[in-house]
Each structure stands twice: as structure tokens, then as C-alpha cells.
């Protein structure tokens, strides 16, 4: 299952080549890559965080998306690029859960993840 997941996830991350003023399409679809990637890496520390409490989490499941995210990101954009969009992202999140709860946020997070079919809560 693990290897199945780590495929899905590095076949939706291939970015395109070529610089970020190539063809418009191309750029905006980098972006919004980039973008999914920082999401993946900030929704998993939200999860370990505060779902934990909550909810069973399939720590190597949540570990290998994060790390698996981080290190496509880094590759993308550099080290210090991706650790400050994962800073920015860590804090929007942490914004987000204590506007909406803790309770609220690892359910959607939960049913977002189940209808996906990514199996990092158990329960």
C-alpha cells in the first residue's frame, strides 16, 4: 500500500521542465504543483500535531507523504525556498485550526484523506 501511495504521489508531483517564464500553462501548473506540495507537508504536521488526539494516524503513512513532499519540494525550489514556504504554510494552518477547531479540522482533513483513498488515519 505504502509503495502504491509514494508512486501516486511522486507521479502527481513530476514538474514540467524548463524555466518559470516558459509557456504560461506550464508555469501556472508548476505552481499549483509547488503549491499541493506545501499543503501535503503543512496538512501532516497539522495531523501529527492535533488529529493524533482525535483519531489512529499511520505514522509511516503520514512520515513518507511529508517527507516524500518536502523533499520534491526542495529539489523544485531549493532548501531555504521550501523551508520558508513550509513556515508560512505551518502558521496558516495553525491559524486555520484554532479558527475552526481542532475537531473540525482533523474530520475534514480526515474525510478529505478517506475519499482520496490515502489511508493516514486508521480509525
Known amino acids: 500500500m505504502r509503495s502504491v501511495l509514494f508512486a501516486a504521489l511522486l507521479a502527481a508531483i513530476l514538474l514540467p521542465g524548463g524555466p518559470a517564464s516558459a509557456e504560461e500553462p506550464a508555469a501556472s501548473g508548476r505552481a499549483e504543483t ?9 496538512a501532516q504536521a497539522g495531523i ?6 482525535l483519531y489512529t494516524v499511520d505514522d509511516a503513512i ?5 517527507r516524500t513532499a518536502r523533499r520534491a519540494l526542495e529539489a523544485a525550489t531549493g532548501r531555504h ?8 504554510e505551518g502558521q496558516r494552518v ?30
Not at 35 to 41: C, M, Q
Not at 99 to 113: F, H, K, N, Y
Open 34 to 42: 509547488l503549491d499541493g506540495l506545501v499543503r501535503i507537508v503543512g
Open 81 to 88: 525556498q521550501a523551508e520558508a514556504a513550509i513556515a508560512i
Open 48 to 53: 501529527v500535531l492535533y488529529c493524533r488526539k
Open 94 to 123: 495553525a491559524e486555520e485550526i484554532a479558527t475552526v477547531g481542532a475537531e473540525r479540522w482533523c474530520a475534514d482533513q480526515r474525510d478529505i484523506l478517506n475519499t482520496d483513498g490515502v489511508r493516514v488515519f486508521l480509525d
Open 62 to 66: 503520514s512520515d513518507g507523504l511529508s
